[in-house]
């Protein structure tokens, strides 16, 4: 099998080609890095020890704080393009009542929680390079979410690695 040398430089001009910053290439260097080594890096199951329990929520005595919303950011993911499904875009655009998709039925669901607490609750999507634009035009309808970088944030893109013999 080919070395990490020899094999890198292919992946650095691909990134670079899509457009991935600097800090995106330097992570996928040093797990490629660690995938060539042949590292053991997977724990196996029989070191996994199951949660015996967890304490009952209502016995917690959490109190109510809905001033805390404020500092607290509703995340979604919605990175799935649906292509296993015949689809070319974000899963999450898939009506599933009349007129409304599972986005419409998230952005609803913000509005309902900033309306019972009477704050500006914020929300992000963590978009895919192939759902963020047809999910922010999905999404213009709704402007109290917010646009652009302030409702979405991207992931990066990685390449595929090749497991016969760790090529692009």
């Given at each position: 099998m080919a070395s990490m040398d020899t094999l890198w430089p292919a992946y650095q001009e691909k990134m670079e080609k899509e457009?991935?910053?600097?800090?995106a290439i330097a992570a996928f260097?040093?797990?490629?890095?660690?995938?060539?080594?042949?590292?053991?890096?997977?724990i196996p199951e029989t070191r996994l020890d199951p949660v015996e329990s967890l304490p009952d929520y209502d016995k917690?005595?959490?109190?109510?704080?809905?001033?805390?919303?404020?500092?607290?950011?509703?995340?979604?993911?919605?990175g799935g393009l649906g292509t296993g499904m015949?689809?070319?875009?974000a899963k999450s655009l898939l009506e599933v009542s009349t007129g409304n998709s599972f986005l419409d039925l998230i952005?609803?669901?913000?509005?309902?929680m900033k309306e019972e607490f009477?704050?500006?609750?914020?929300?992000?999507?963590?978009?895919?390079f192939a759902t963020s634009e047809?999910?922010?035009?999905?999404?213009?309808?709704?402007?109290?979410?917010?646009?652009?970088?302030d409702l979405e944030f991207v992931q990066n893109k990685a390449p595929k690695v090749t497991a016969s013999d760790m090529t692009p």
């Amino acid at each position: 099998m080919a070395s990490m040398d020899t094999l890198w430089p292919a992946y650095q001009e691909k990134m670079e080609k899509e457009g991935c910053n600097a800090a995106a290439i330097a992570a996928f260097k040093y797990n490629y890095g660690v995938l060539v080594s042949g590292a053991d890096v997977m724990i196996p199951e029989t070191r996994l020890d199951p949660v015996e329990s967890l304490p009952d929520y209502d016995k917690l005595g959490v109190t109510s704080d809905p001033t805390l919303l404020k500092e607290t950011v509703v995340l979604k993911l919605n990175g799935g393009l649906g292509t296993g499904m015949g689809l070319d875009k974000a899963k999450s655009l898939l009506e599933v009542s009349t007129g409304n998709s599972f986005l419409d039925l998230i952005a609803k669901q913000v509005a309902s929680m900033k309306e019972e607490f009477k704050t500006d609750l914020n929300f992000m999507l963590m978009n895919s390079f192939a759902t963020s634009e047809d999910t922010l035009k999905a999404l213009a309808k709704y402007p109290y979410l917010g646009t652009g970088s302030d409702l979405e944030f991207v992931q990066n893109k990685a390449p595929k690695v090749t497991a016969s013999d760790m090529t692009p």
